[in-house]
């Protein structure tokens, strides 16, 4: 948990965010989400589920990571 500008912003919340800005028209590319998950320090699978919450689809998967 942190807090971004005196309101508190959970680990999930961050994550939605930042998977909301990298997705285009609801999508996200599978190259994208995996840079993501490296600049964040998190596993590709918080990632998945984070564009799950969303409603976001990961696209020309690589390796299944986000299944």
């Known amino acids: 948990m ?3 500008g005196g309101i508190h912003v959970t ?4 994550l939605e965010k930042k998977v ?9 590319a599978c190259a ?3 840079r993501l998950a490296d600049e964040l320090g998190v596993p590709p ?13 990961i ?4 390796l299944g990571c986000f299944g």
């Open 32 to 34: 994208v989400a995996l």
């Open 2 to 4: 942190r807090f971004v």
């Open 20 to 28: 909301q800005e990298a997705a285009k028209q609801g999508r996200l």
């Open 59 to 62: 696209v020309g998967c690589q």
């Open 45 to 57: 699978r918080e990632i998945g589920r984070a564009a799950d919450r969303l409603g976001i689809k």
């Open 11 to 14: 680990k999930e919340a961050s």
